[in-house]
């Protein structure tokens, strides 16, 4: 979901931005390091948290589909397990809204370019000078 969104959100300014092929290709990698590293660290707190014994672990069967909350389950004292588990919950629903609002705003961007581009065109064809301000007509 974040790289969904960050993509939609780069996307969006990529004509704007000057960058060599070398740089770009420092960024990219050290970007591609930073998400290797985070999915690798905390698949490794996880399996500490609830390890594997006789080939099976809680992760794969019990929390399966909530893994976050099952590395949550293990926290100690009381207290701190259920404040972590209201907050994983809330920054999953702020993941998905997040998600969800760019998904929206790809298109929709999409949709207002093209009919400005058809405003314009029209404009020009009518004698109109497009964006001189007051409209000329």
């Not at 420092?26 to 905390?42: K, P």
């Not at 926290?75 to 920054?91: I, S």
């Not at 998904?103 to 929709?108: D, E, I, N, Q, R």
Request: charged share 10%; glycine share 12%.
């Amino acid at each position: 979901m974040i790289a969904f969104t960050s993509l939609e959100s780069a996307a969006g300014v990529a004509g704007e931005v000057r960058i060599s092929r070398r740089a770009l290709k420092r960024v990219v990698g050290s970007g591609t390091a930073v998400v290797v590293l985070l999915y690798a660290g905390i698949a490794l707190v996880a399996v500490t948290a609830l390890p594997v014994h006789g080939g099976h672990t809680d992760l794969a069967t019990r929390y399966m589909n909530a893994p976050m909350l099952g590395v949550v389950a293990r926290t100690h004292p009381h207290w701190l397990e259920q404040t972590l588990r209201y907050l994983v919950g809330g920054l999953g629903a702020l993941t998905l809204v997040a998600a969800a609002n760019s998904a929206m705003l790809g298109p929709l961007a999409a949709g207002l370019l093209a009919v400005d581009q058809t405003v314009r065109s029209r404009a020009g064809s009518a004698g109109c000078t497009p964006g001189a301000r007051p409209p000329t007509c």
